[in-house]
């Protein structure tokens, strides 16, 4: 008998892992150019890494999924940067800011477009001029201007250096407000509760005292973050990006220039220039092996960059006097406590003393309440007795009460000769 072929089910795909939208999916991000018009677009994470050239682990400081400290970081053809809410990937012809539609950065993208469109300032050869208009253009708005002046400079911040100084005067602004809010509320609901400690009192100086260390924590990341870079001057100057891209040009051109050269040499003039080139070569290895410790050209990140420290120190100093201040009035309170607790500890020594001394009288009572047999506890016969026994008893009465009483004097005297008692 033939045998009938069962047909063999296949196995249906699995379905595809969905990929979180945080690491590797599509989010929408606002481009800005330098020159031109801003337009949104949704990319991967790898199309923003061709964009940029950053790697895989630096777009997860932009990740909103995860919780990354103010960090600040510049490499070959892009600056990281995430200052609170502020999260940009700055290069030196764009700008692309994630998440752009968050309320929060309504504020950060009117002050952007404004910088982007301000007119740069015309070149000057006057150094004094030059320091005068630094200057005032340094008092003009909320945060710190800057405007690096030199004899024949033009005082025009590489494209990437105006958008974080946006950024960073953002990031500042918006630490230092809720600073001041916290500030407004901090000390009223210090000194209620120094004039009178409740439940309620309490607790809102524990939720005040939580957003203090909290915000202390941003500002103290800022702040590190700011003098890290202060610190390392090979960071700083990694993050000249026009610099870099003008060089990098400027190279190609002079290594087409020079191919085009030695295509026209002969074979003899190539081997002389082949020896003479190591030696050059040789020659600036050395000058680079020797020039490792020159400071390199960073005056106008350094000024930038201090400027803004100056200003977010500020804003830690002031979180540090509120602190002291809680911590002025919590010493306060423990001392009001435990003076409290004194007196209470006092009250209860004497109601102690009292209590012994009124055991004392009742075992006097007591005495005399048992069923003995004497003169003193059998039924008077004449009237004459029986005013002899009220005596006797009210004698006995009042020797008990003025004893119980003296020792009680003489415990508290001693007490408070002895500096137990106040």
Same mark, same amino acid.
Request: net charge negative.
């Given at each position: 008998?033939?045998?009938? $072929?069962?047909?063999?089910?296949?196995? /249906?795909? %699995?379905?595809?892992?969905?990929?979180?939208?945080?690491?590797?999916?599509?989010?929408?991000?606002?481009?800005?150019?330098?020159?031109?018009?801003?337009?949104?677009? &949704?990319?991967?994470?790898?199309?923003?890494?061709?964009?940029?050239?950053?790697? /895989?682990?630096?777009?997860? #400081?932009?990740?909103?999924?995860?919780?990354?400290?103010?960090?600040?970081?510049?490499?070959?053809?892009?600056? #990281?940067?995430?200052?609170?809410?502020?999260? %940009?990937?700055?290069?030196?012809?764009?700008? !692309?800011?994630?998440?752009?539609?968050?309320?929060?950065?309504?504020?950060?993208? #009117?002050?952007?477009? /404004?910088?982007?469109?301000?007119?740069?300032?015309?070149?000057?050869?006057?150094?004094?001029?030059?320091?005068?208009?630094?200057? &005032?253009?340094?008092? $003009?708005?909320?945060?710190?201007?800057?405007?690096?002046?030199?004899?024949?400079?033009?005082?025009?911040?590489?494209?990437?250096?105006?958008?974080?100084?946006?950024?960073?005067?953002?990031?500042?602004?918006?630490?230092?407000?809720?600073?001041?809010?916290?500030?407004?509320?901090?000390?009223?609901? *210090?000194?209620?509760?120094?004039?009178?400690?409740?439940?309620?009192?309490?607790?809102?100086?524990?939720?005040?005292?939580?957003?203090? #260390?909290?915000?202390?924590?941003?500002?103290?990341?800022?702040?590190?973050? *700011?003098?890290? *870079?202060?610190?390392?001057?090979?960071?700083?100057?990694?993050?000249?990006?026009?610099?870099?891209?003008?060089?990098?040009?400027?190279?190609?051109?002079?290594?087409?220039?020079?191919?085009?050269?030695?295509?026209?040499?002969?074979?003899?003039?190539?081997?002389?220039?082949?020896?003479?080139?190591?030696?050059?070569?040789?020659?600036?290895?050395?000058?680079?092996?020797?020039?490792?410790?020159?400071?390199?050209?960073?005056?106008?990140?350094?000024? !930038?960059?201090?400027?803004?420290?100056?200003?977010?120190?500020?804003? *830690?100093?002031?979180?540090?006097?509120?602190?002291?201040?809680?911590?002025?009035?919590?010493?306060?309170?423990?001392?009001?406590?435990? &003076?409290?607790?004194? $007196?209470?500890? $006092?009250?209860?020594?004497?109601?102690?003393?009292?209590?012994?001394?009124?055991?004392?009288?009742?075992?006097?009572?007591?005495?005399?309440?048992?069923?003995?047999?004497?003169?003193?506890?059998?039924?008077? &016969?004449?009237?004459?007795? /029986?005013?002899?026994?009220?005596?006797?008893?009210?004698?006995?009465?009042?020797?008990?009460?003025?004893?119980?009483?003296?020792?009680?004097?003489?415990?508290?005297?001693?007490?408070?000769?002895?500096?137990?008692?106040?």
């Amino acid at each position: 008998m033939e045998r009938r $072929q069962q047909p063999q089910t296949v196995p /249906a795909p %699995a379905p595809a892992p969905l990929r979180r939208k945080g690491a590797g999916g599509i989010r929408k991000w606002l481009v800005v150019p330098a020159v031109g018009e801003e337009h949104k677009g &949704e990319f991967g994470k790898h199309q923003i890494m061709e964009m940029t050239g950053l790697p /895989a682990r630096d777009l997860r #400081v932009l990740d909103p999924v995860l919780s990354y400290p103010s960090t600040i970081l510049g490499r070959d053809r892009a600056i #990281v940067v995430r200052l609170e809410h502020v999260k %940009a990937i700055i290069t030196a012809s764009e700008v !692309l800011v994630p998440d752009h539609e968050g309320v929060l950065l309504i504020s950060f993208l #009117v002050d952007l477009r /404004a910088r982007l469109s301000r007119p740069d300032a015309a070149p000057s050869t006057n150094p004094a001029t030059d320091r005068g208009d630094g200057m &005032e253009q340094g008092n $003009q708005g909320d945060g710190p201007r800057l405007a690096p002046c030199r004899a024949g400079s033009t005082k025009i911040l590489p494209f990437e250096f105006k958008v974080l100084e946006v950024c960073l005067e953002h990031a500042c602004k918006y630490l230092e407000s809720e600073t001041r809010s916290l500030e407004k509320e901090a000390y009223p609901a *210090l000194d209620k509760l120094g004039r009178k400690v409740s439940t309620l009192n309490l607790d809102d100086v524990k939720n005040l005292k939580g957003r203090l #260390v909290n915000l202390s924590g941003k500002v103290q990341k800022v702040r590190d973050e *700011l003098e890290h *870079l202060l610190d390392d001057d090979v960071d700083m100057s990694e993050m000249y990006l026009t610099r870099k891209l003008s060089f990098q040009r400027l190279s190609q051109s002079l290594s087409r220039a020079g191919s085009n050269k030695y295509a026209s040499i002969d074979h003899g003039d190539d081997d002389h220039h082949y020896r003479e080139d190591e030696y050059h070569d040789d020659e600036t290895e050395s000058g680079h092996g020797s020039s490792t410790y020159v400071k390199p050209d960073i005056d106008e990140l350094e000024m !930038l960059l201090e400027a803004y420290f100056v200003q977010i120190d500020g804003t *830690l100093n002031t979180l540090y006097h509120i602190r002291e201040y809680a911590d002025d009035t919590e010493d306060y309170i423990n001392i009001m406590l435990d &003076e409290k607790q004194n $007196q209470l500890l $006092q009250m209860g020594v004497m109601l102690t003393t009292a209590t012994v001394v009124v055991t004392a009288g009742i075992v006097v009572v007591s005495l005399f309440g048992m069923n003995i047999h004497i003169d003193l506890m059998k039924d008077p &016969e004449t009237p004459e007795m /029986a005013r002899i026994k009220n005596l006797y008893f009210w004698e006995t009465t009042l020797g008990t009460v003025v004893g119980c009483v003296v020792f009680y004097l003489l415990a508290i005297y001693a007490g408070r000769k002895s500096k137990i008692l106040q």
